[in-house]
C-alpha cells in the first residue's frame, strides 16, 4: 500500500524559511517522479513543484521559482521542499504526491501538512 | 503556462441525476488529462486519466471523455457520497496545472 506522510509545516514569519518532507512507503520511491501540490484556504488545487525519480529533472510554478527548492534523498525514501522568503500568499496546506510516471499524473497523496505565514 | 478552465463553477443536481462538468485547456494537451474528486478535510483523489481511462476501484458511474482542449467529467446516476469538489489537471506541459475546480453540490 502506498503511504506518503508529510511532516514540517507549522507558523513561520514573512521571510522566514521552513523545509517540508515527505516519508514515502509501499513502492520503489527512486523509480517515480514525485510533486508538491499546494492548497490556499478555500482554494483550489495549485502545483507547485515537480522532481524525477533519479533527480536529474526539476521543474516549479512561476509562484515558487527562485524561493522553494525540491529534493530527495533517495537512500531514505524521502521528498522535501526547502521554503525561504516565505509570503503570506504561500499560506496553504502542502500536500506530497507520486506521480504515476515523471510528467505524468499524480497518482496517490499524502494527507498535507498546513504552512501558515504571518505578517 | 497552460490554462485549465472549468465550468460551472457550481453545479447543484439531484440524488440519481446525471452530472456533467467540464474542462477547457487554453492549448491542445492531447489526452494528458486528468480528474480528481476532493471531499472536506480529504486529500484529493484520481478518477480519470487520460482523458478517458478510470483509475483504479474508480465505480463505473464516473466516465472521462474529449481530446485537445475540451474535456468532460460524466457522472452517471449520482449518489450520495459524490458531492465534492472536481478539478482537472493537464500533464502535457510543465508546470502542470490545475483547473479552478466545479463544487457539486446537492439540489
Known amino acids: 500500500e502506498v503511504q506518503l506522510l508529510e511532516s514540517g509545516g507549522g507558523l513561520v514569519q514573512r521571510g522566514g524559511s521552513l523545509r517540508l518532507s515527505c516519508a514515502a512507503s509501499?513502492?520503489?520511491?527512486?523509480?517515480?517522479?514525485m510533486s508538491w501540490v499546494r492548497q490556499a484556504p478555500g482554494k483550489g488545487l495549485e502545483w507547485v513543484s515537480g522532481l524525477s525519480g533519479s533527480a536529474d529533472s526539476t521543474y516549479y510554478a512561476d509562484s515558487v521559482k527562485g524561493r522553494f527548492t525540491i529534493s530527495r534523498d533517495n537512500s531514505k525514501n524521502t521528498l522535501y521542499l526547502q521554503m525561504s522568503s516565505l509570503r503570506a500568499e504561500d499560506t496553504a496546506v502542502y500536500y506530497c504526491?507520486?506521480?504515476?510516471?515523471?510528467?505524468?499524473?499524480?497518482?496517490?497523496w499524502g494527507q498535507g501538512t498546513l504552512v501558515t505565514v504571518s505578517s | 503556462e497552460m490554462v485549465m478552465t472549468q465550468s460551472p463553477a457550481t453545479l447543484s443536481v439531484s440524488p440519481g441525476e446525471r452530472a456533467t462538468l467540464s474542462c477547457r485547456a487554453s492549448?491542445?494537451?492531447?489526452?494528458?488529462l486528468a480528474w480528481f474528486q476532493q471531499k472536506p478535510g480529504q486529500a484529493p483523489r484520481l478518477l480519470i486519466y487520460g482523458a478517458s481511462t478510470g483509475a483504479t476501484d474508480i465505480p463505473a458511474r464516473f466516465s472521462g471523455s474529449g481530446s485537445g482542449t475540451e474535456f468532460t467529467l460524466t457522472i452517471s446516476s449520482l449518489q450520495s457520497e459524490d458531492f465534492a469538489v472536481y478539478y482537472c489537471?493537464?500533464?502535457?506541459?510543465?508546470?502542470?496545472?490545475f483547473g479552478q475546480g466545479t463544487r457539486l453540490e446537492i439540489k
Open positions: 504526491a507520486k506521480d504515476f510516471a515523471w510528467g505524468y499524473y499524480t497518482d496517490y
Open positions: 492549448q491542445s494537451v492531447s489526452r494528458n
Open positions: 509501499g513502492f520503489t520511491f527512486s523509480n517515480y517522479g
Open positions: 489537471q493537464q500533464y502535457n506541459n510543465w508546470p502542470i496545472t
